[in-house]
């Protein structure tokens, strides 16, 4: 490492937690509240493969209309009632409102996350820049960071320029002054690649790169970066 680095930013979903586990933990009991609240409902095949589906469909329906990914789940709890026959806006806020408690409150951190932090945060700023909503406070991650960035505040989704630079702004940092981790290669190492900063490729599976698009670094856990600044 040869630039002079004075902020981290980090990735949220499957870089410090993983989303998918704790998304589909969190539908599963949402869907078990739904049974319990309108017991009908339990005849009618919904199943949380299929709540993913009605959420994704949603979603690609209010891109660019709505930003704010809790109200894009709740358009998505309205659409899964009304898909089988129970539509009913308040019922759907009760089910948003109970899947963002375990979604938040029953995140686990990756073994080696707190460790990383604690031996970064004694030399640099670190912070969090994400597409998803994944708010430190509510994820086990109080008073970690210096700066927060999601995508829904910014407008503009990574690995637009506009939220990286954002970020640097509130990271108090030049370009090339600031180190970007994340797990996709599409999203986080473009987007750094793209302003100049420094990219690092947390690829926890060993996964190929095929795509072309080449990190500064690479690396399998977070407890590796520390080496990587000194």
Request: proline letters at 4%.
């Amino acid at each position: 490492m040869t630039r002079r680095i004075k902020a981290i930013s980090f990735d949220g979903d499957m870089t410090l937690w993983d989303f998918n586990k704790v998304m589909r933990h969190s539908l599963s009991l949402t869907l078990g509240e739904l049974h319990r609240k309108v017991p009908g409902i339990s005849d009618s095949g919904l199943t949380v493969d299929r709540m993913i589906e009605i959420r994704n469909t949603v979603a690609k329906a209010l891109k660019g209309k709505v930003l704010n990914l809790e109200e894009i789940r709740f358009h998505a709890f309205k659409q899964t009632l009304v898909s089988v026959d129970w539509p009913d806006d308040a019922l759907a806020a009760e089910l948003n409102a109970f899947y963002l408690k375990h979604r938040f409150e029953d995140i686990e951190l990756y073994p080696d996350v707190i460790p990383a932090l604690d031996l970064l945060g004694r030399d640099f700023t670190l912070g969090l820049l994400s597409n998803g909503n994944g708010y430190p406070d509510q994820c086990g991650l109080p008073g970690r960071f210096r700066f927060v960035v999601f995508s829904q505040d910014i407008g503009v989704e990574k690995p637009g320029e506009e939220i990286f630079l954002a970020t640097c702004k509130l990271a108090g940092c030049d370009p090339d002054e600031l180190m970007h981790i994340g797990d996709s290669l599409e999203s986080d190492v473009a987007g750094a690649n793209g302003i100049g900063a420094v990219s690092v490729w947390l690829n926890r599976d060993g996964k190929i790169n095929d795509s072309g698009i080449d990190p500064d670094h690479e690396v399998s856990l977070l407890t590796e970066v520390p080496s990587l600044l000194h």
